[in-house]
């Protein structure tokens, strides 16, 4: 069975950094290229980056691009997502979660960026 546990959020203000971390248990991450989405207060869960199992990432919004880095330690099944200059748009529950075929969700992360 698929468990996923994220970790790293915070009150933080508009400039500043955070590092998400998601640890995996099931055969998911051996197998499966991992993402890290979002959910914003009534907006819809969107995906914010992939990495593959060889290590390629994937950014999917123009927003973070240059900001925020996906990365993957397999010897400790664990998906990280280093946030850099963090603006308040980016408040929001992160979760992760296989890029291909998303599973049951874990709790995610709640992220706030203050002005």
């Known amino acids: 069975q698929v468990q996923l546990v994220e970790s790293g959020g915070g009150l933080v203000q508009a400039g500043g950094s955070l590092r998400l971390s998601c640890v995996v248990s099931?055969?998911?991450?051996?197998?499966?290229?991992m993402g890290w989405y979002r959910q914003a207060p009534g907006k819809q869960r969107e995906f914010v980056a992939g990495?593959?199992?060889?290590?390629?990432?994937?950014y999917d919004a123009d927003s973070v691009k240059g900001r925020f880095t996906i990365s993957r330690d397999n010897a400790k099944n664990t998906v990280y997502l280093q946030m850099n200059n963090l603006k308040p748009e980016d408040t929001a529950v992160y979760y992760c979660?296989?890029?291909?075929?998303?599973?049951?969700w874990g709790q995610g992360t709640q992220v706030t960026v203050s002005s």
């Open positions: 979660n296989s890029w291909s075929r998303p599973t049951t």
């Open positions: 099931g055969s998911i991450f051996r197998t499966d290229a």
């Open positions: 990495i593959t199992t060889g290590g390629s990432a994937h």
